[in-house]
């Protein structure tokens, strides 16, 4: 018996939670995940799982072993990541969970980039905003929005993004160009974001100086994806906040307008979480220092095209006042 290939299957069917999950995280047979946790059972001579028709359950000497096992097979990966790096460019794959806004307007674009410098990853997206299972998904790290609550988690704070509150000049046109965030009280709708796992719609904020305003709208349409809220959007069904970086292309082309630009929603800190239960490979802290670096120089960039669009002025677009001000 490989001693130490079973305690790797054995420890990814305690993560998954049954043999047929493991035999595919692991892509070998299912007789092949049976026979090695049976070889390790005994060679411990004790039980480690308790199967039954639905579900696996780990006994109590499996889950002190799994304990044990999973913290030497990760130290084991750190080592063999520290030397490689060490005397050759790290490899394997990154599997990592993030937002498709994300994905779209920082990795995708400077792909290359990446892959230029790390010919050896391979990395895998799960995009969305979706709850993931790091461990039984196998997700070496997730960029999340928000601070994170999950204890079990590390997390490393690498931006606070900045948002604005947009909308399509179509709407614009018809509903008129708010002056206060009071004003979208008055007959305005909003695109609705929601976390699919909350089910609550997210409110507008804002903030000028010392006075906050938090605003409600009616919104014809709630999405819990960021193409999808986007799209909504420029297609004029109603006002949206967005991460500042993510929608620039869409105002540089006049599909979305800046509306109440006086007005800031207090900034939303950006984490990369990773378990812990893993060390972070020097495969993934490539991945994750490289992300850090290309989200900052997204910030910056998108600070100094907001500087030049407030110095030459608002995008010239004849566009009534809403005659529905709070302040007019």
């Known amino acids: 018996?490989?001693?130490?290939?079973?305690?790797?299957?054995?420890?990814?069917?305690v993560e998954t939670g049954n043999f047929s999950k493991a035999a595919t995280s692991l892509k070998m047979p299912k007789t092949t995940v049976t026979t090695a946790v049976?070889?390790?059972?005994?060679?411990?001579?004790?039980?480690l799982l308790n199967r039954t028709t639905r579900r696996v359950v780990v006994t109590t000497d499996g889950a002190l072993y799994y304990e044990r096992a999973a913290r030497i097979l990760s130290e084991l990966d750190e080592l063999d990541g520290s030397l490689s790096s060490s005397q050759a460019q790290p490899f394997g794959k990154v599997r990592v969970a993030l937002s498709g806004a994300f994905a779209d307007r920082i990795i995708m674009p400077a792909l290359c980039d990446f892959h230029t410098r790390y010919p050896k990853i391979q990395l895998e997206f799960d995009i969305g905003d979706r709850i993931v299972d790091y461990v039984a998904e196998n997700i070496d790290c997730a960029l999340r929005a928000g601070t994170p609550t999950d204890q079990s988690l590390v997390a490393r704070k690498v931006a606070d993004l900045e948002l604005r509150t947009y909308a399509a000049p179509i709407y614009l046109e018809r509903m008129g160009m708010p002056r206060h965030p009071r004003d979208l009280d008055n007959e305005h709708f909003g695109v609705g974001y929601m976390k699919a796992y909350e089910g609550r719609v997210f409110p507008l904020e804002f903030r000028r100086g010392e006075e906050k305003v938090e605003v409600r709208l009616d919104y014809v349409i709630s999405v819990n994806e960021f193409r999808s809220y986007m799209?909504?959007?420029?297609?004029g069904i109603g006002v949206a906040q967005a991460i500042a970086f993510t929608v620039r292309d869409y105002v540089d082309r006049g599909e979305l307008i800046e509306i109440l630009p006086d007005w800031q929603r207090d900034p939303i800190p950006l984490y990369i979480v990773y378990p812990q239960t893993r060390h972070l490979s020097n495969k993934v802290r490539v991945f994750v220092d490289w992300l850090a670096t290309k989200l900052q120089k997204a910030q910056n960039e998108e600070a100094q095209a907001h500087l030049g669009q407030l110095a030459g002025g608002a995008r010239s677009v004849k566009l009534q006042t809403d005659p529905r001000s709070a302040n007019g």
């Open 231 to 235: 799209a909504a959007a420029v297609a």
């Open 38 to 47: 049976q070889a390790l059972e005994a060679h411990l001579a004790t039980k």
């Open 1 to 13: 018996m490989d001693q130490l290939s079973a305690m790797r299957v054995f420890t990814r069917v």
